[in-house]
């Protein structure tokens, strides 16, 4: 029990191992070989989360984790950074929703991919994904995480592209939206590096915690107490520190010392080591009870005005992972991919690294109250802007991608707010329901293609082609009444809706109820007007949730079939349901990890706010809020009357003809319609504010600036004729006439002196003997004058 | 004993007499001869400034200077049969293609 | 008086056939007037103590090079060689003999002038240094240093270990020894040119400079020993014959009194049975010398002690200091002595410098046998002839042997102002 946590550099090994056999000897592997050996890696993975969780769970302290042979990582000057990893709550929470959905996917992606040339690819580029996505959530510094952020953006532009050599949906090439996604990505990951080069320099590290460092102060003392205690109750204790949160220093008094349980002193506080010795969190919170200056050189900033804008620019990198306003734009493009992936990749998991990072960070962002006020903004317009265009989407898939929008809104609101506790439950619950109802589009398209399959096959087979071009199996307009052809697939799929649209008693209902109260409760005693703005946002955006997926619902399984593939289309392999159903089961029950107290006497059965307690340990400012049953019936009521209203409007047979929404039909709701069905115009604008005058700009700089200024001018008149004319003086003038001259005239000195220094050399031997022998009688003379001198 | 002076004098005679071999004969052979005169004179010399200093060192320079002695005259010799060959002459003064 | 003799008849010899071969118009007459001067620099040598030089000139010079010379000559048939015409060189070169003859004079002037300038003879003649060792007889458990005007003549002498000789320079000297426990103990010597001394610390504290004679052993096969008394009795050598008995002793070196060194006496080479004995008591042995072995020409010093050993008690102890003797000067050992010590590396290097010697002389009178024809295979390759060439170009089908006979003919050259 107590090594499990060793065992963490698995987690990352072994989907590597099965990225590597899967991409270099898959091709030569059957395609159940390869599906066995991606799903091995997947659920082996998923065994080490879960072992993981069984160590902390078993009262284990979040420990950091050095590999072996990845001591010291880069180490240069004073730089020292580690690949290192952490097992704490939120961590470990993090790698039990990857690979346990991640696990199940693999599963459904076995049937879903059958046939596919680049079979053996796809399960590589799924397990590459994993373990990028473990490096993410299991480093112990910002570098890690970034390792693991773009080693997932890059499996994200690997497998939107997947299908790079086909035209599919409306109309774009899934190369282009794999481009997109990149490019897009890029710009938030400028703001996260700007992030973390600001970390490293007000802190002088990366790393999260350092070993034997506590996370949770105050949570850790609350333990120690309780622990003494012996069977006080934790939950009920933790209510009351929430509601005195910010004063994170009440229980560090008494645990100054450590409570000594046994023989070792352990350390319930952080008092014993240095500040320099702590990680950036527990710095920060040093800094700032220090009010601290941050040195920039030419100038110094407060640490207040710092964490403003780690978190501001951290904020652009979630916005752009996590596709909030205003770079949500690749995420519904990203649906290009096949659909395990939208439900892996760009709903469940690593869409949610943003949220992750911010929960992961709250210590910043709960003291940078701009910053939080802005992320509360950001996530609400999202929230609101994905619900709205989702209203208007023929797309199936394309429903469920504004709709992951509009829920990263709600999470990324939520952290704003200060409910950091809430937005991990929302983004695991979410990632259940969200998963599911992905798999479920896909079994749903998955269907539509077979039925289409075995129409065109019936018709001539000349006019095959011709069909698929005109037949897009995603398009809802051609679906209806499929609840009768794929029953457990309908099951599952209302199950999903139900949880997404916040139905009680399912996950969606609890995690989303628990954002709404911390926003009342924010903004009520808090006097926190994001909290206002947060409520009244997220209560719209939870009505056209609820409103958008009973729309879909209706329309892909109630009514009548509207194209002959529907009617021919059948349920999927048991590879692919078996996994929805298991999504179902945890769409159903996820809620109850987090039941807030004293509703119905839940909190007897499943015991209150486990999760958030769960968390407190790595999340310091995590905190429950109490069940507030108006905002709850209110939300539950507005879900409720959406639903009635969709399947008003949509419910009645034949309410889409000819391929129009009723709303269309209905003079004051047609503009409306229009609008969300345009997506907002969104990308047009960004066309015309980006991208014309970035190509105007182009186009400028190549024509003018590069090929008539410098080109034409520097180059041509200024440089060539400017070299001819250097070059032509050089070459006549002092070239040939001095450098010659001089070469000359030397040859001829030389030749001259030599003229009249070669009569010396007579050849007769007898003249050099004479020369030799008059210097010999020199020598002698000059040596016999001392002699002479001495002897007279 | 006699004074090493005499010696000195005797062994400087015999160099003169041998230099004036080297410049005035012209038959390379003579010259040659001539050349071992001056060697010999400076072995006595040395002989004689051995026996003055009581040192070893004065035979030993004698000896090496008669073994390289022989062996120039050995390549010398050899210079002049392969001059003789091609000149059918050994008069120094009809070697003169070295001038300049 | 001998000698000034010889030098004057000799040396005029040499001078008179030396002159002759100068003059000579045959140049087998010059030779052998130079085979003649060389003999009689060879006597001289011999007048100088140099026998092996005398001999080696004999040899070497006046056999093997002027054989050569001869041989040479006579090979080429050079005895007269010279054209009776003066010669280019004569002709331009007036003003050579002139010049010649008046620089030789010059030279002949100088030198002489700087050797009685010189005062060669003034010079301290056959001044050998003294060279000079030491011995720790003292203890047996501790080291030895010592100093002779704080110049180190031994360092850390471990018991009965002489050590190497050094070269000092003559004159008075305190010498100083030390023990390794800072006991120290001093006297002064004289130190004369041309002889070996030992230092012997022994007892406690007593320190002996003993001469010892290394000069050349005349009798042959024989070596030289002399006794040192370091005790406080009187000591004889007595050898007491092959069975080693008392009955047989025969006294070698008789009674030496404390503190002084016997004459040195000469012994034939062999195997000696001796004892020092106490002359109080000529029957006990007090130190055995049994199967001693006598080396020829070398020169031995026994030096009688009371050794201190570990525990402090005296034991008796004769130590044999041996070295070799000198040999004789200029004799073909001492040169061969010196050739093989101090001169090894020159003597390497000529016989490098002779080697190169021979493969010169073998280069250099190489006769060739005419310009080496290339051979078949060296010949360079023409695949076709060129004349084939232009005749397949110009039409001839076949490329016969008579090929070039289908070549236009060239044309007559035109007759000039025809």
């Known amino acids: 029990m107590e090594n499990y946590a060793q065992l963490v550099p698995l987690i990352i090994l072994i989907p590597s191992i099965g990225a590597f056999i899967n991409l270099f000897v898959g091709a030569r592997l059957p395609e159940r070989a390869v599906a066995i050996i991606g799903s091995t890696a997947a659920i082996l993975s998923f065994v080490v989360a879960l072992l993981l969780y069984s160590y902390l769970s078993g009262g284990g302290a979040p420990v950091v984790v050095n590999p072996p042979f990845f001591d010291g990582w880069i180490r240069v000057a004073e730089i020292d950074i580690s690949w290192q990893m952490r097992v704490d709550t939120l961590s470990v929470t993090m790698m039990m929703l990857v690979t346990g959905v991640g696990s199940l996917i693999h599963i459904y992606s076995a049937g879903y991919m059958h046939g596919d040339p680049r079979f053996h690819r796809f399960f590589a580029y799924l397990n590459m994904f994993f373990a990028f996505m473990l490096t993410l959530v299991a480093g112990n510094n910002f570098l890690m995480m970034f390792v693991g952020w773009e080693g997932v953006g890059l499996c994200s532009f690997l497998l939107i592209g997947f299908w790079f050599d086909k035209t599919r949906g409306v109309g774009w090439r899934n190369s282009l939206a794999a481009r997109k996604a990149f490019i897009v990505n890029r710009v938030g990951d400028f703001g996260l590096m700007t992030a973390i080069f600001l970390i490293f320099w007000t802190f002088g590290t990366l790393d999260f915690y350092r070993p034997g460092e506590i996370a949770n102060v105050e949570y850790a003392a609350h333990h120690a107490s309780a622990a003494a205690d012996d069977g006080h109750a934790a939950a009920s204790d933790h209510g009351e520190s929430a509601s005195a949160h910010g004063e994170s220093a009440v229980g560090a008094e008494e645990g100054a010392h450590g409570a000594s349980t046994g023989s070792e002193v352990v350390y319930t506080n952080n008092d014993h080591i240095p500040t320099n010795q702590l990680g950036v969190f527990g710095q920060a919170e040093r800094f700032l009870e220090e009010h601290h200056q941050v040195d920039f050189g030419p100038f110094s900033l407060p640490i207040e005005t710092v964490l403003v804008l780690i978190t501001l620019f951290m904020l652009i990198g979630a916005a752009g992972k996590s596709a909030q306003i205003p770079l949500f734009v690749w995420l519904p493009d990203a649906m290009a991919g096949p659909t395990p992936v939208s439900a892996l990749i760009h709903a469940a998991t690593m869409v949610t690294a943003g949220v992750y990072m911010m929960v992961r960070s709250n210590v910043f962002f709960y003291e940078a109250d701009l910053t939080s006020l802005i992320v509360t903004l950001v996530g609400v317009g999202t929230a609101l802007v994905g619900g709205f265009i989702a209203l208007g989407q023929w797309d199936i898939k394309r429903v469920l991608a504004y709709s992951t929008v509009s829920q990263l809104g709600f999470m990324v609101a939520a952290v704003g707010i200060g409910a950091y506790s809430a937005a991990m439950f929302h983004l695991v619950t979410h990632a259940f329901f969200k998963a599911l109802l992905f798999l479920g589009s896909g079994s749903v398209i998955h269907g539509m293609e077979h039925g289409h399959h075995a129409v065109s096959h019936g018709h001539d087979d000349h006019h095959d082609a011709h069909h698929q071009e005109e037949f897009d199996p995603q398009d809802m307009r051609n679906m209806g009444g499929l609840r009768h052809k794929m029953p457990i697939t309908y099951i599952t799929y209302l199950i999903g809706t139900l949880a997404l649209a916040g139905i009680f008693p399912l996950a969606g209902f609890w995690s989303k109820d628990e954002i709404l109260a911390d926003s009342w409760l924010v903004g009520l005693f808090d006097n926190n007007i994001g909290g206002y703005i947060a409520l009244g946002g997220l209560l719209l955006a939870a009505g056209f949730t609820a409103f958008y997926m009973w729309r879909q619902v209706t329309m892909v399984f109630y009514g009548s079939p509207r194209h002959e593939a529907a009617e021919h289309a059948h349920e999927s392999p048991p590879t692919m349901t078996i996994p929805l159903i298991a999504l179902a089961i945890l769409s159903i029950a996820g809620g109850f990890i987090n039941v807030p107290s004293g509703v119905l006497g839940l909190d007897g059965i499943f015991g209150a706010h486990r999760f958030t307690d769960w968390l407190a340990q790595s999340v310091v400012h995590a905190h429950a809020a109490d069940f507030q049953a108006l905002i709850a019936l209110g939300a539950l009521g507005l879900a409720v009357g959406a639903i009635f209203l969709a399947s008003n409007l949509y419910g009645r047979d034949r309410a889409v003809v000819n391929h129009r929404d009723p709303l269309q039909t209905m003079a004051t709701t047609a503009p409306i319609f229009s609008f969300a069905n345009a997506r907002l115009y969104w990308d047009e604008i960004y066309n015309r504010l980006f991208e014309r005058p970035f190509n105007w700009l182009g186009k400028f700089l190549a024509d003018v600036i590069d090929w008539r200024f410098w080109h034409d001018y520097v180059h041509d008149q200024v440089i060539g004729k400017g070299f001819n004319t250097i070059a032509r003086l050089l070459a006549n003038p002092v070239d040939l006439g001095l450098i010659d001259g001089v070469v000359n005239g030397i040859g001829a000195l030389t030749k001259w002196v030599s003229g009249g220094a070669r009569r010396i050399q007579t050849g007769y031997v007898r003249t050099y003997a004479i020369t030799l022998l008059f210097g010999v009688v020199v020598v002698i003379i000059v040596l016999m004058l001392p002699l002479i001198n001495n002897g007279g | ?100 | 008086m001998t000698e000034l003799i010889v030098f004057i008849v000799v040396g005029g010899l040499a001078v008179a056939f030396a002159t002759l071969m100068l003059l000579s118009e045959n140049a087998v007459h010059s030779a052998l007037s130079l085979i003649v001067t060389m003999v009689c620099i060879a006597v001289l040598f011999l007048a100088l103590n140099a026998p092996f030089l005398a001999m080696i000139q004999i040899t070497v010079y006046a056999g093997a090079i002027m054989v050569l010379f001869l041989f040479v000559i006579m090979l080429l048939g050079a005895e007269r060689l010279l054209p009776a015409s003066p010669g280019e060189g004569k002709v331009r070169y007036r003003w050579f003999a002139p010049l010649a003859l008046t620089l030789a004079m010059s030279l002949l002037i100088a030198a002489g002038v700087t050797i009685i300038q010189g005062q060669v003879s003034g010079a301290d003649a056959l001044g050998l240094n003294p060279i000079i060792r030491a011995v720790n007889l003292a203890s047996t458990t501790q080291t030895l240093s010592v100093t002779a005007n704080g110049v180190n003549v031994g360092e850390a002498l471990a018991s009965r270990k002489p050590s190497r000789f050094i070269e000092i320079a003559p004159g008075n000297y305190d010498i100083s020894a030390a023990l390794s426990d800072g006991s120290s103990f001093a006297r002064s010597a004289a130190l004369a040119a041309g002889t070996a001394y030992t230092v012997v610390a022994f007892g406690d504290g007593e320190l002996a400079v003993i001469p010892e004679d290394l000069s050349t052993i005349a009798a042959e096969r024989s070596a030289r020993f002399a006794l040192f008394n370091g005790t406080d009795e009187t000591l004889s050598l007595v050898d007491r014959g092959s069975e080693f008995v008392a009955d047989d002793d025969r006294i070698v070196i008789a009674e030496i009194a404390p503190g002084a060194l016997s004459a040195s006496i000469t012994l034939a080479e062999g195997v000696g049975n001796w004892a020092v004995v106490l002359a109080s008591a000529p029957d006990t042995v007090w130190f055995p010398l049994r199967d001693y072995e006598i080396v020829r020409d070398r020169s031995t010093t026994l030096i009688a002690v009371r050794e201190r050993d570990a525990l402090g008690s005296r034991r008796p102890l004769v130590l044999p200091l041996e070295s070799e003797a000198r040999p004789a000067f200029g004799s073909p050992r001492a040169i061969g002595y010196s050739l093989f010590t101090d001169f090894l590396l020159p003597f390497q290097l000529l016989a490098v410098l002779l080697l190169a010697s021979m493969v010169g002389v073998i280069v250099l009178t190489h006769r060739e046998t005419g310009k080496r024809m290339p051979t078949a295979a060296n010949r360079r390759r023409v695949s076709r002839p060129l004349a084939n060439v232009i005749a397949a170009q110009v039409g001839i089908e076949s490329a016969s042997a008579r090929a070039d006979a289908a070549l236009p003919e060239p044309e007559p050259p035109q007759a000039v102002g025809k």
């Open chain 2, 1 to 100: 004993m006699v004074q090493t002076e005499a010696y000195l004098m005797l062994s400087m005679v015999l160099f003169v007499l041998g230099t004036m071999g080297v410049l005035l004969r012209r038959s390379a052979i003579l010259v040659f001869m001539s050349v071992e005169l001056m060697l010999n004179a400076t072995n006595l010399a040395l002989a004689a400034f051995a026996r003055q200093w009581g040192s070893e060192n004065g035979h030993m320079f004698a000896f090496f200077i008669i073994t390289v002695a022989a062996a120039e005259v050995a390549v010398g010799l050899a210079l002049i049969v392969a001059i003789f060959r091609t000149k059918r002459s050994i008069n120094i003064d009809e070697l003169h293609q070295l001038e300049g």
